[in-house]
């Protein structure tokens, strides 16, 4: 099994900056794609990136290409969402997500982070 733990939100004014974390442990990390899924309240959890294996590629959803960039550190277990130019619309909770293969709907997914909360003001 693998175990995923977010961190790295807060509140911020649109415009800020925020980097969320998502440590791994338990099964070998580099075995898995790994996604960042938010959801708001009284809406569906929605796809935000994903990034393969080695790292080199990612996607993104359309509401936060060029805004957003996904990252991960094989050899600390770890994988990053450094989110830019936030925007009211960006809060959510954030959680990672571990998956086998290349995904973007969440049942794709096998293992799951607690979420972090995002919130940003206008």
């Known amino acids: 099994q693998l175990q995923l733990v977010d961190s790295g939100g807060g509140l911020v004014r649109a415009g800020a900056s925020l980097r969320l974390s998502c440590a791994a442990s338990g099964h070998t990390f580099s075995n898995y794609y790994m996604g960042w899924f938010r959801q708001a309240p009284g809406k569906e959890r929605e796809f935000v990136a994903l990034?393969?294996?080695?790292?080199?590629?990612?996607y993104y959803a359309d509401s936060v290409k060029g805004r957003f960039t996904v990252s991960r550190d094989n050899a600390k277990n770890s994988v990053y969402l450094q989110m830019n130019s936030l925007k009211p619309e960006d809060t959510a909770v954030y959680f990672c997500?571990?998956?086998?293969?290349?995904?973007?709907?969440?049942?794709?997914?096998?293992?799951w982070g607690q979420g972090t909360q995002v919130t940003v003001s206008s």
């Open positions: 997500a571990a998956s086998r293969g290349y995904s973007r709907d969440t049942e794709g997914y096998i293992y």
């Open positions: 990034i393969n294996l080695t790292g080199r590629t990612t």
